[in-house]
């Protein structure tokens, strides 16, 4: 059984639209999550730490439910910037790294 | 600019030569980390050090022997690898291992033919 799953999309958008990623992990003893961004053949850049209570980071949103154990990426007023794969990333209490799933993927058009 | 860099960019080798990736963290970090990435795959860690000390071998086989001199500089060693070897190889660094987020490197793309 997979950590960390992902839906790999792909995602097709217009420009402006709302788009919901989730992630789920099978360990109940996780730590810390992340949402991270990579770009083609780039490395995974940190788009925002996932916490409790839920954060904001302007048009970026991240929850965490961990009784269902997942966390989502919210994207309000997508741009064409935007397009790229999302990585979640959790840590587990047994181990000593971030693990991640295989990314989603995502195509912003005009 | 990153905070971390990495060493050869590219890389091409036979599968008898022996090479090494070098990894440079300027973030005061204490963890140190080697990811490899294949296409269609996730990341899969490879190796975890922390103040310099191995804590993390994910069954990796023993072509790849890694190296960390002081807890700013990370090393790959390779020798006789491996076509399906070919792949992303990427360095991270973070605060402390375990509960913090990771920043990484541009990555050695490696290609084994």
């Known amino acids: 059984r997979k950590e960390v799953e992902q839906d790999p999309g792909p995602f097709n958008v217009p420009e402006g639209a709302t788009v919901a990623f989730n992630c789920t992990y099978s360990?109940?003893?996780?730590?810390?999550f992340f949402w991270y961004r990579q770009d083609c053949r780039k490395e995974p850049k940190l788009l925002m730490s996932?916490?409790?209570s839920g954060n904001e980071d302007g048009r970026f949103t991240a929850q965490l439910n961990r009784a269902s154990q997942y966390i989502s990426l919210l994207i309000r007023d997508s741009k064409l910037s935007d397009s790229a794969t999302y990585l979640c990333?959790?840590?587990?209490?047994?181990?000593?790294?971030?693990?991640f799933g295989k990314g989603t993927s995502l195509l912003v058009t005009p | 600019e990153t905070g971390v860099t990495q060493t050869p960019r590219h890389l091409v080798m036979g599968m008898t030569n022996k090479k090494s990736l070098k990894c440079e963290q300027h973030?005061?970090?204490?963890?140190m980390y080697w990811y490899k990435q294949s296409a269609k795959k996730p990341l899969e860690l490879m190796f975890v050090?922390?103040?310099?000390?191995?804590?993390e071998n994910n069954s990796v086989p023993s072509r790849f022997s890694p190296e960390c001199p002081n807890s700013s500089h990370l090393f790959l060693h390779l020798h006789t690898l491996q076509p399906e070897d070919s792949a992303l190889y990427l360095c991270?660094?973070?605060?402390?291992?375990?509960?913090?987020?990771?920043?990484f490197g541009q990555g050695t793309r490696l290609t084994v033919v």
């Open positions: 991270a660094s973070s605060l402390r291992s375990r509960e913090t987020e990771a920043f």
């Open positions: 050090y922390s103040l310099e000390e191995r804590v």
């Open positions: 996932v916490y409790s």
């Open positions: 360990n109940s003893a996780s730590q810390s």
């Open positions: 990333a959790v840590t587990f209490l047994s181990g000593y790294a971030l693990n």
């Open positions: 973030l005061g970090h204490n963890a």
